[in-house]
């Protein structure tokens, strides 16, 4: 009975999210997908000198791809791999029930997450964690440029991004999806704490943020604004939860998938190899790699293989939020 009832609520559920259409975000459609591998900014308006003289003059344009060394301080970012960072916050008793319940708590756990899915969208969305930029080799820098930095307590970002750069829309989406998880190793819970750290400690890293690269009239923390612009423009278009749903992998307490499965679904859609990252063995984030021709705001993202092997099992489970 239970099990008959958690079978016809999770069907209803599913052509419910299948039925649900894509609202309009940025000149894009958030939460829809890609189609290419490659991806532009067209539709958003970056105050970005342009770069198309560079690209149409230089045979290597492509970051890391370079066959010489590229010194375009706005058109070239050294530190050439993109990566789009998510998180799956899920619900660590629901591991618990998964793992370790009984079968009756299974199927109750299963139906309630089933209807928590269709009545909370937070729970059908792997949420923001940010933007970074590697070098070629996988490797990192971080906290590049301390002028640059932005600082809550001084600079007020609700204030900057919603009033002063009057990004309201911006604003809103970052409030909703960017949230500060346990995971962020971000002391502070506020959400507002994971912006600051994430621009301070890759933002300030990427070279074609430089103020020069600007059109004229760029104002202090132009930039900042701006790298948080990018990141929930490219998370929007790489909708991991769609991604998998399109070819029935579910959030679940029921059953492990395969990770061969979930990481083929994901390159798929996107192009190139995706990382997954797991905790306790339950899918907890998911990275999206990309080469860069242009400034890295206004210039064109292209699809690479992850650079970083998955720690899950060749099995795992994908646990409700
Ligand atoms: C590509 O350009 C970067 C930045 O100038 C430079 O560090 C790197 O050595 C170049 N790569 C090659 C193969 O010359
Ligand atoms: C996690 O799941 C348990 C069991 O369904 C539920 O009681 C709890 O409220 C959930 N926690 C959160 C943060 O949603
Ligand atoms: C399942 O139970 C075992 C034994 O009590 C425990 O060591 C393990 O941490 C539990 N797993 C989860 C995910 O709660
Ligand atoms: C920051 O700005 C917001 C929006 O303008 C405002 O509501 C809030 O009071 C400000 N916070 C501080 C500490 O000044
Ligand atoms: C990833 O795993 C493969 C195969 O096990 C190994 O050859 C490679 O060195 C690993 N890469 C990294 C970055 O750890």
């Not at 994971?194 to 132009?222: A, I, Q, V």
Request: aromatic share 12%; proline share 2%.
């Amino acid at each position: 009975m239970l099990a008959t009832v958690a079978v016809t609520i999770t069907l209803a559920a599913r052509s419910v999210l299948a039925a649900s259409a894509s609202a309009p975000y940025f000149g894009k459609v958030f939460h829809g997908h890609r189609t290419s591998a490659d991806s532009s900014s067209e539709g958003n308006i970056y105050p970005i000198k342009d770069c198309s003289a560079f690209i149409q003059d230089t045979p290597d344009s492509w970051s890391c791809h370079n066959t010489s060394v590229i010194r375009d301080e706005c058109c070239f970012e050294n530190y050439g791999v993109l990566l789009q960072s998510q998180f799956w916050d899920y619900n660590t008793t629901l591991l618990s029930i998964a793992v370790n319940g009984t079968t009756k708590d299974i199927v109750q756990a299963e139906a309630q997450s089933q209807i928590d899915l269709l009545y909370n969208d937070i729970k059908r969305t792997f949420t923001i964690h940010g933007l970074w930029n590697d070098l070629c080799d996988g490797s990192y820098r971080s906290n590049c440029e301390p002028s640059w930095e932005v600082d809550d307590a001084r600079d007020n970002l609700t204030h900057l991004i919603g009033t002063e750069f009057n990004e309201p829309q911006l604003l809103a989406v970052m409030k909703r999806y960017w949230i500060n998880t346990l995971k962020s190793n971000v002391e502070d819970q506020a959400s507002v704490a994971l912006w600051e750290h994430e621009y301070n400690k890759h933002g300030t890293c990427m070279n074609t943020l430089n103020p020069e690269c600007f059109d004229s009239g760029y104002r202090e923390h132009e930039q900042a604004v701006n790298f948080y612009k990018k990141v929930v423009e490219i998370w929007s278009q790489l909708d991991t939860f769609q991604f998998l749903a399109a070819v029935g992998i579910f959030p679940t307490v029921a059953r492990q998938y395969k990770l061969s499965d979930v990481q083929n679904a994901l390159s798929k859609a996107h192009g190139g190899e995706v990382y997954v990252g797991c905790l306790n063995g339950a899918i907890d984030e998911v990275w999206y790699y990309h080469n860069l021709q242009g400034n890295v705001l206004s210039g064109t993202y292209r699809a690479i293989d992850s650079l970083t092997n998955s720690t899950c099992g060749e099995k795992v489970w994908y646990i409700p939020k």
